[in-house]
C-alpha cells in the first residue's frame, strides 16, 4: 500500500463532468488500496476572473486582500470534488490551506511554504479518508491568508508529497506529460519518458509553464519523485529523476522552452566607467524590479550602451526609472522593447558535445531571424528574438536538433 499525492491542476476541475471524472480516479487509486492526498486548483480561468474583478476596484490592491479572494477559487473545488467523492461511497474531507497546517511566510502572492504540520491530514489518512487539499493557499505567523504565485498548486502538491514521505507526487494536467517543447506550439513536440531534475528546472526556469518552478526546486531538494500525467488518458506520463537513463543514449538538447514575458531596456552611450552597472541596476532592484539577462557592450569612445531584460508587466515602470537616471549617468537616451520573447535550448547533453551553440544559431539564421541576446549556462542557451518569429525558431530549432517526433511508416 503506497501513499500518492495527486494533483489536479485547473483544466482537470474545470467543470462539474471534469470534477466528476477526477473523483473516479481518485476512487480508482483508493480501491486498489493505496492511500490518497489530492491537491486541486481553482476551476480554468476563476483566479483570472477573481484578479479581473480586483482590478476593477483598484490598479494595485493591498497583497493581503488580493490573496483572501485569490484563495477563495481553490475552496470551490476542494468542496466539490469531496462531495463527488462521497456520491461514490469515498469518505473523503476537505482543507483549506490552513486547515492543512500549511505555513508559509508573509510575502502576500508569492509566498514560501515554511512549514507543514501534517497532524490533523495524518489523522484523516489513518481513519481511511481521502484528504482533498486546496492548492496554492497557506497561512502566515499572523493566521493572514497567502498564496504562493501563479501555478503555485504545484507547489503544495510537492512540498505535501514531502511532508507526508508520500511514494509519488503526481502532477495530473491536460497534456500526457512533459514534452520536448509546448505541445500547443509544436505538434511535433514528443513526450519525453523521463527528464532530469536539473533540465526540468531550467525548462521550467525558462518558461515551461507545464510545472511550477519552486515545484521542481522542491522535487529536487527533498528528492520527492515526481510525475506529470493527463488527467484525461491514462499513461506512464513522464518521471522527473535525479538522474538521466544510463541505458538510453543522451540527446544533445532535451528541450526547448520560450517565454513571451520579457521585455528590453537600453541605456546608450553611458560614460564606462567603474560602478556604473551599479548606478544603472541599483535604482532598478530598489524598486522590486528582477533582472533577467543583462549585456554591456563597450564602444570606442570610452561610452557604453548598457542592455538589460526584465518581465513585460515592469517594462513601463523600469522605462521611468532609467529615464530619471540617464541625467544623472551623462547618458545619451533610454531605448525599450516590450515585443521581444526568449527562446532556450535545454540538455545536460550540452557539457560533453561542442558546437550546439553555432548549430543554434545557423538554425535561426537560416529562417533569417535576427538574434538580440545570448546568454548561455552550462546545460542551456537563451536568445531573445522579436516576438513575431517566436512560433517559428521553436519549430525551426526542434527540427534542427532532431526532436522532432518521427512518423511511424506502416
Ligand atoms: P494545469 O492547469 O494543469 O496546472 P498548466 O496550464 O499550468 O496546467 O500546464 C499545462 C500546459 O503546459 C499544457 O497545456 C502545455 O500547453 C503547457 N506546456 C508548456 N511547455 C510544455 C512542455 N514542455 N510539455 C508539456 N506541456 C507544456
Ligand atoms: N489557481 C492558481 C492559478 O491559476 C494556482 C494553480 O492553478 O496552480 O495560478
Ligand atoms: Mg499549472
Same mark, same amino acid.
Given at each position: ?18 470534477? %466528476? ?52 477559487? $481553490? ?84 512540498? !505535501? ?33 523521463? /527528464? ?14 507545464? !510545472? ?26 513522464? !518521471? ?8 538510453? $543514449? ?39 524590479? %528582477? ?19 526584465? &518581465? ?21 537616451? /533610454? ?17 560533453? &558535445?561542442?558546437? /550546439? ?54
Amino acid at each position: 500500500m503506497a501513499l500518492y499525492v495527486q494533483k489536479y491542476g485547473g483544466t482537470s476541475v474545470g467543470s462539474i463532468e471534469r470534477i %466528476e471524472a477526477v473523483a473516479d480516479r481518485v476512487k480508482k487509486t483508493r480501491d486498489s488500496g493505496h492511500d490518497v492526498v489530492v491537491v486541486v486548483s481553482a476551476m480554468s480561468g476563476e483566479t483570472n476572473r477573481l484578479v479581473g474583478l480586483a482590478q476593477q476596484i483598484s490598479p494595485e490592491p493591498t497583497p493581503r486582500e488580493m490573496d483572501t479572494l485569490l484563495a477563495t477559487g $481553490e475552496q470551490v473545488t476542494i468542496a466539490l470534488l469531496s462531495m463527488a467523492l462521497h456520491r461514490r461511497d469515498c469518505p473523503a474531507r476537505s482543507f483549506t490551506g490552513w486547515q492543512a497546517g500549511i505555513k508559509t511566510d508573509s510575502a502576500h502572492t508569492k509566498a514560501r511554504i515554511q512549514q507543514i504540520d501534517v497532524g490533523s491530514m495524518q489523522q484523516e489518512l489513518a481513519a481511511g479518508r481521502v484528504v482533498v487539499v486546496a492548492g496554492f493557499q497557506g497561512v502566515d505567523d499572523a493566521d493572514n491568508i497567502t498564496t504562493l504565485g501563479r501555478g503555485g498548486s504545484d507547489t503544495t502538491g510537492v512540498a !505535501l508529497a514531502a511532508a507526508l514521505k508520500a511514494d509519488e507526487c503526481q502532477i495530473y494536467t491536460d497534456v500526457d506529460g512533459v514534452y520536448t517543447t509546448d505541445p500547443r506550439v509544436v505538434p511535433e513536440a514528443r513526450r519525453m519518458a523521463q /527528464v532530469t531534475f536539473e533540465e526540468m528546472l531550467e525548462m521550467a526556469s525558462l518558461g515551461s509553464k507545464v !510545472l511550477q518552478i519552486r515545484a521542481v526546486e522542491f522535487a529536487g531538494k527533498y528528492n520527492v519523485p515526481l510525475r506529470v500525467l493527463s488527467s484525461f488518458v491514462d499513461g506512464p506520463g513522464t !518521471l522527473i529523476t535525479l538522474e538521466g537513463d544510463e541505458t538510453m $543514449e543522451k540527446p544533445v538538447i532535451s528541450g526547448i522552452a520560450f517565454n513571451r514575458d520579457e521585455s528590453k531596456l537600453s541605456i546608450m552611450g553611458v560614460p564606462d566607467l567603474p560602478g556604473v552597472a551599479s548606478r544603472i541596476l541599483g535604482p532598478v532592484s530598489a524598486a522590486n524590479v %528582477e533582472v533577467d539577462m543583462i549585456v554591456q557592450n563597450i564602444s570606442e569612445e570610452g561610452n557604453t550602451d548598457f542592455t538589460f531584460t526584465v &518581465h513585460r508587466s515592469d517594462f513601463r515602470r523600469t522605462q521611468t526609472i532609467l529615464e530619471g537616471i540617464t541625467e544623472d549617468l551623462g547618458a545619451r537616451e /533610454v531605448l525599450g522593447d516590450d515585443r521581444i520573447a526568449k527562446v532556450s535550448i535545454v540538455g545536460v547533453g550540452m557539457r560533453s &558535445h561542442a558546437g /550546439v551553440a553555432s548549430r543554434m544559431f545557423d538554425a535561426l539564421a537560416a529562417e533569417s531571424i535576427n538574434i538580440q541576446l545570448i546568454s548561455t549556462s552550462e546545460i542551456k542557451i537563451s536568445v531573445v528574438i522579436e516576438e513575431k518569429y517566436l512560433e517559428l525558431a521553436v519549430r525551426a530549432l526542434h527540427s534542427a536538433f532532431g526532436l522532432d517526433a518521427v512518423e511511424e511508416t506502416a
